[in-house]
Nanobody, 124 residues
């Protein structure tokens, strides 16, 4: 069974840092693109970025570029989202998801499986 489990959310002051984890299981980690999304109250779900575990290429949404870093640990089948210089507008529930690189277009694919999300709240 394909699973994504996020953790690491919490309350942080503006300007602070937080690292989220996405533990995965049920598929070959190296064959997937793993994406982070977020959804703030009353807003559409927004893509944050994605890592292609095949070639380790990464893309970021413009508003987080330079502040957020996505990385992976193949030994732990886990993807991380390091967030720094956090702003109140980063407050959201953060989700991870993924799609197979071959036949599923990886980071540009359709995401069928999602984690339960982890809440990040940035106070001003």
């Amino acid at each position: 069974e394909v699973q994504f489990v996020e953790s690491g959310g919490g309350l942080v002051q503006a300007g602070g840092s937080l690292t989220l984890s996405c533990a995965t299981s049920g598929f070959s980690f190296e064959d997937y693109g793993i994406a982070w999304f977020r959804q703030a109250p009353g807003k559409e779900r927004e893509r944050v970025g994605c890592i292609d575990n095949g070639d380790d290429s990464i893309d970021y949404e413009a508003s987080v570029k330079g502040r957020f870093t996505i990385s992976n640990d193949n030994a732990k089948n886990t993807v991380y989202l390091q967030m720094s210089s956090l702003k109140p507008e980063d407050t959201a529930v953060y989700y991870c998801t993924g799609a197979p690189i071959w036949g599923g277009n990886g980071c540009h694919g359709h995401f069928d499986y999602w984690g339960q999300g982890t809440q990040v709240t940035v106070s001003s």
